[in-house]
Every structure is written in C-alpha cells, then in structure tokens.
C-alpha cells in the first residue's frame, strides 16, 4: 500500500497537549495520529521529530503584498505632518512605490518571508484605485499562482484610496473580483468617503453579487467607528453573510467604554463578523480577552511589513502572537494559549480554511520546533523550526528549502 499512496510518518511529534505522537500522512493528508511507539527500530523513511512540538501552519490573516518593501532598499520611515492620517499615508506610499523594486519581486521576497516562519494560508489586501486600476491585483494574481503549492492566498480587492472618493473605483472593484480576487475590501467610510451607506452599498452589492467575502479595513476611533461597526454587523446580519465579514484594525473597540464594549462585543457575536487585530503600537486596538469572551472570532495578521506606513514587520505569526500577548496583558498559560489561537485556528475560522489542524483527516500542513507546550513557544518564539506543507518539508530555519 505504501508503493501506492504517498506515505509519510512522522515519530515522537508533542502534541499541544503534551503526549508524543506519531503521525502519518497520505495523500497530503493526516491518515492517523497515535501514541509514539518508540519503537527500537524505526520504519524506513520515518522521520523522528524528537520531541519537537508540533503546531498547525500559522495563520496571517492580514498583509499587504503589493506594498511590502522587504528585500528592497531601505524606506526611511515619513512622519504624518498632524497627527495619523490615513489619506497623508496613502500618498506617502505612492511616492515610495514610483521608487521601488518591481511588484513581483518584493511580493516574492514578503511571501517567502512568511512561509519560511511557518504561515501556509495568508489573507492579502491589493491596492484597486482609479491611479494603479488593477496593475496590482493582475500581478499578485501571477504571484499567488506561482506559489499555489507552498501557500494558499486569499486576496482582497482593496480601494486605498477610498470608493465614491476615488471615481471609477467600483467599477475596477468589480473587475477585480471577475479576475480572481476572493474577497471586496473597503476603506473608513465616513472619514474616508465621507458616506456611509454609499460606501456599504458598494462593498456588500459587490459580495453579494460575486458571492465573494468582505474585509474592511477601519481606523476611525470612538463612536464614529462603533457605529461603522454597527452598520456592517447589521447588514451582515441582514444578509447572512456574517460568516464571510471581518473588519480589520476596529482602533474603535479600544477606544470605548466597558458597557459600549460588551454590547459591540455581543452584536459583534450574533452577526458572525471577525475581528483582525495586528496589536499595532500606537493605537488603541480591540480588547481581544473580552471579545473572546462574547464569542466574537479575533484574529491576527501582520498588516504592513516594513512599508511605507511603519518599518515594522518579520513575517513570523508566533511572534505576532507574542506581540499581542504582550500588549493584552496575558500572562498565564490559558491566555498565551489564546493568543497563539489568534493566528491559527482562530485564524482559520475567519479565513474560512478547509482541512485545519493537526487532526486526522486534515491537511497535514503544520509546524515542528523546539518548545515543551504551546505557551512556553509563544513566550520563546524559537526560530529554530522546519515547516511542513501536505507533509512535505518546504522551509528550515526561516528559509524556504522547495
């Protein structure tokens, strides 16, 4: 049967819940998970983990691939002239991007990046506007295919520069989708486009009418931003679409008071719309314990890896984790355990992702390395790691090795 079926095993692998395990994959899959043998002499072929514990391929549920400088030419960081402004931003990157590498490589470099740390499902937002029209999107569509071996990429028609702002966007919007793009993206809609409604009607006509998911990116802070947030929790609801919604950055959900955040959090639950949060440093940003808590899907992603809107960014989700632990206050075991949730199986869920898991039956897509339990390895974040994709070595120690 092994001369048939592609046939892997994988010996003496720690489980997140501490027993050792040997597993098996066939056909890119987990066939079977048991109790390590430790048998005297191993099955030819076999690989002995050794001990190493053995996670699910990260999740990044947000980055940005058309816009990364990484394995390019140093971009001094360009300070807003008043304060953050997300249009003051914009513009600074289409001057940085007039001077950089072309598209394909620094996607291929930030790409790279984030497999080689362990990330096999990405979500990235491509720029659509009246100046770049669907440059972008055609480029990282040829990207994406290129690596559709390595990683599975979510892409979402992304407006930067606004919707009823930016004349001629709605119609590329729709292009976008008809190319390939998953996902319809949007952009602050009252500061932004300065219209609510006329924004939401775009945005959701557009998923409705390609059957395509939505991820919005938000900024606006305090009550201006809640009520965003009610608006599209309300016609994902209206929809039944809540599923398929996640609003990235919500700065708002940090930046209210307890009772407004309980009945957010509650709203935010019955809709079914996820929230992504990068934990960015200078921002307030969704209290991830007490929207968990209501049942609200938190999920993590890079965002901007050494781009023009921060120098930040490695591309290591188990670090994002830690980032987010950190900046939440999480200090005892359940609580780092819930942060390495955010960028996988939280993750997952809001990504929509077939087959996730080390469970049989799964894609056997997954991480090795050198930690004792899930805590000590968001704490460590241990570089020292050999990522798998359907059980098939493609990356040791932050470098792709297929």
Same mark, same amino acid.
């Given at each position: 049967?092994? !001369?048939?079926?592609?046939?892997?095993?994988?010996?003496? $692998?720690?489980?997140? @819940?501490?027993?050792? /395990? @040997?597993?098996?994959?066939?056909?890119? *899959?987990?066939?079977?998970?048991?109790?390590?043998?430790?048998?005297?002499?191993?099955?030819?072929?076999?690989?002995?983990?050794?001990?190493?514990?053995?996670?699910?391929?990260?999740?990044?549920?947000?980055? %940005?691939?058309?816009?990364?400088?990484?394995?390019? $030419?140093?971009?001094? %960081?360009?300070? !807003?002239?008043?304060?953050?402004?997300?249009?003051? +931003?914009?513009?600074?990157?289409?001057?940085?991007?007039?001077?950089?590498?072309?598209?394909?490589? +620094?996607?291929?470099?930030?790409?790279? &990046? !984030?497999?080689?740390?362990?990330?096999?499902?990405?979500?990235? %937002?491509?720029?659509?506007?009246?100046?770049?029209?669907?440059?972008?999107?055609?480029?990282?569509?040829?990207?994406?295919? #290129?690596?559709?071996?390595?990683? @599975?990429?979510?892409?979402?028609?992304?407006?930067?520069?606004?919707?009823? =702002? =930016?004349?001629?966007?709605?119609?590329?919007?729709?292009?976008?989708?008809?190319?390939?793009?998953?996902?319809?993206?949007?952009?602050?809609?009252?500061?932004?486009?300065?219209?609510?409604?006329?924004?939401?009607?775009?945005?959701?006509?557009?998923?409705?009418?390609?059957?395509?998911?939505?991820?919005?990116?938000? %900024?606006?802070?305090?009550?201006?931003?809640?009520?965003?947030?009610?608006?599209?929790?309300?016609?994902?609801?209206? &929809?039944?679409?809540?599923?398929?919604?996640?609003?990235?950055? /919500?700065?708002?959900?940090?930046?209210?008071?307890?009772?407004?955040?309980?009945?957010?959090?509650?709203?935010?639950?019955?809709?079914?719309?996820?929230?992504?949060?990068? /934990?960015?440093?200078?921002?307030?940003?969704?209290?991830?314990?007490?929207? *968990?808590?209501?049942?609200?899907?938190?999920?993590?992603?890079?965002?901007?890896?050494?781009?023009?809107?921060?120098?930040?960014?490695?591309?290591?989700?188990?670090? +994002?984790?830690?980032?987010?632990?950190? *900046? =939440?206050?999480?200090?005892?075991?359940?609580?780092?355990?819930?942060?390495?949730?955010?960028? =996988?199986?939280?993750?997952?869920?809001?990504?929509?992702?077939?087959?996730?898991?080390?469970?049989?039956?799964? #894609?056997?897509?997954?991480?090795?390395?050198? $930690?004792?339990?899930?805590?000590?390895?968001?704490?460590?974040?241990?570089?020292? +790691?050999?990522?798998?994709?359907?059980?098939?070595?493609?990356?040791?120690?932050?470098?792709?090795?297929?």
């Amino acid at each position: 049967m092994d !001369c048939i079926v592609n046939r892997t095993r994988f010996l003496n $692998a720690k489980l997140a @819940d501490g027993t050792l /395990a @040997d597993l098996t994959v066939a056909a890119g *899959r987990f066939s079977a998970i048991a109790p390590a043998a430790n048998t005297a002499t191993p099955p030819a072929g076999a690989i002995d983990l050794a001990g190493q514990l053995v996670l699910p391929a990260f999740v990044e549920g947000h980055i %940005h691939l058309d816009t990364s400088f990484y394995g390019d $030419a140093w971009r001094p %960081h360009i300070p !807003c002239t008043n304060g953050f402004d997300v249009r003051e +931003r914009v513009a600074f990157q289409m001057r940085n991007l007039e001077q950089a590498a072309p598209m394909a490589e +620094r996607a291929k470099n930030q790409l790279e &990046l !984030c497999v080689g740390n362990g990330s096999l499902a990405m979500r990235s %937002h491509v720029m659509v506007d009246a100046d770049v029209g669907l440059k972008h999107v055609e480029t990282i569509l040829a990207v994406r295919e #290129k690596y559709r071996d390595l990683v @599975d990429v979510q892409l979402v028609a992304f407006p930067q520069s606004g919707i009823l =702002s =930016s004349p001629g966007t709605a119609e590329l919007l729709d292009e976008a989708l008809k190319l390939g793009c998953d996902l319809i993206g949007g952009l602050d809609p009252a500061s932004f486009d300065r219209d609510v409604d006329g924004h939401l009607d775009v945005v959701f006509g557009l998923a409705e009418r390609h059957g395509a998911g939505i991820d919005i990116h938000l %900024h606006d802070g305090g009550t201006l931003g809640l009520f965003e947030i009610e608006e599209i929790a309300a016609r994902a609801k209206a &929809l039944g679409i809540g599923g398929k919604v996640a609003i990235s950055h /919500a700065y708002a959900l940090g930046d209210i008071s307890p009772d407004a955040l309980a009945k957010a959090g509650e709203m935010l639950a019955a809709s079914g719309v996820a929230i992504m949060t990068n /934990a960015p440093g200078n921002h307030p940003f969704p209290p991830v314990a007490a929207l *968990r808590k209501a049942g609200v899907t938190v999920f993590a992603g890079s965002d901007n890896i050494r781009d023009s809107w921060w120098p930040y960014g490695d591309g290591d989700m188990l670090n +994002r984790a830690n980032m987010i632990g950190y *900046r =939440s206050g999480f200090y005892e075991d359940w609580e780092l355990e819930s942060a390495h949730d955010l960028a =996988s199986h939280a993750g997952a869920k809001a990504l929509g992702l077939e087959g996730y898991g080390i469970a049989v039956g799964a #894609k056997a897509d997954f991480v090795a390395l050198k $930690a004792e339990h899930v805590p000590e390895a968001v704490v460590a974040v241990p570089k020292e +790691r050999t990522v798998y994709r359907a059980g098939r070595e493609v990356a040791r120690q932050g470098r792709m090795t297929r």
